[in-house]
């Protein structure tokens, strides 16, 4: 299979709407993330110093920006590794939703989109008024989000979109029986959770979410970026 390639165009916009482990929230009961420092260099005055800096991480798979994979939600689902690496390089779409509350509606999201729906394979990004407030970066959790609609998902999962994305930690409101989840990963839509999209405008864009190789995980953390493609000058 030949290598992916970005498309030709002019001094594209890069945009990392990632939310850095150490600021992100941690979701109730998911274990928050700490960085532990083993080992500093000889000249540091506090510490163990053996020479060069080595720290050891703990967190959840949940963690910040991440993905989900069917198997979170569902028996005998695909995890990481039934995934090529193409799957996570993709079309996408950010889609304005920002002045929705509650959760995005299926109206916004066909408003939002050219002929109301992305073509299949793509992936589809809610800007909501999360962004606007950075829910993902505040270090405290908060349950007053905007998540995603279920008639929203069914769009998304009849469109046969690859992957949606969120603003916040969950596109399921806060203590739901996750039905947008069910929804979205019973038709392979992957779930990209935890990004920030406060300067991202919306339009169309390559997304790339690299999730670490974590072999049957049911989900990962990500550097995801987002690509704009600008024509040749």
Same mark, same amino acid.
């Given at each position: 299979? +030949? ?6 165009? *002019? ?5 990392d709407?990632?939310? #850095?482990?150490?600021? %992100? ?5 998911? !274990? ?11 000249? &540091? ?12 991480? /703990? ?15 569902? /028996?005998?689902g695909? $995890?990481?590794?039934?995934? +090529? ?19 995005? /509606?299926?109206?916004?999201? $066909? ?19 999360? +962004?606007?407030? !950075? @829910?993902?970066? !505040?270090?405290?959790?908060t ?7 279920? &008639? ?5 999962? %009849?469109?046969?979109?690859? @992957? ?20 979205? @990963? ?6 990209? &959770?935890?990004?920030?999209? *406060? %300067?991202? #405008? ?14 049957? %995980? &049911?989900? +990962? #953390? ?9 024509? #040749?000058?």
């Amino acid at each position: 299979m +030949s290598p992916f390639k970005l498309p030709s165009c *002019s001094a594209p916009d890069f945009y990392d709407i990632s939310v #850095p482990l150490c600021s %992100a929230p941690s979701w109730p009961g998911d !274990r928050p993330f700490s960085l532990e420092w083993q080992s500093g260099h000889l000249d &540091e005055k506090d510490g163990p110093g053996n020479g060069c800096l080595l720290s050891a991480l /703990s967190l959840s798979s949940h963690a910040a920006t991440h993905l989900d994979f069917p198997c979170h939600v569902l /028996s005998g689902g695909r $995890r990481q590794d039934d995934y +090529s690496v193409q799957r996570f390089i993709l079309p996408a779409w950010v889609v304005d939703a920002r002045g929705e509350e509650g959760a995005v /509606s299926a109206s916004a999201l $066909r408003e939002g989109l050219p002929g109301g729906r992305a073509p299949p394979g793509e992936a589809i990004l809610f800007k909501t008024a999360n +962004s606007a407030m !950075r @829910l993902t970066s !505040r270090t405290s959790f908060t349950a007053d989000y905007v998540s995603l609609s279920q &008639e929203a998902a069914r769009i998304c999962a %009849a469109a046969k979109a690859g @992957l949606v994305g969120i603003d916040c930690l969950s596109v399921d409101g806060y203590e739901s029986a996750l039905p947008v989840h069910r929804i979205l @990963l019973n038709s392979d839509v992957l779930i990209l &959770e935890g990004i920030d999209l *406060s %300067a991202v #405008p919306a339009g169309r864009y390559t997304l790339i979410c690299l999730p670490l190789s974590l072999g049957g %995980a &049911e989900a +990962s #953390p990500v550097r995801a970026v987002l690509v704009r493609q600008l024509p #040749p000058r």
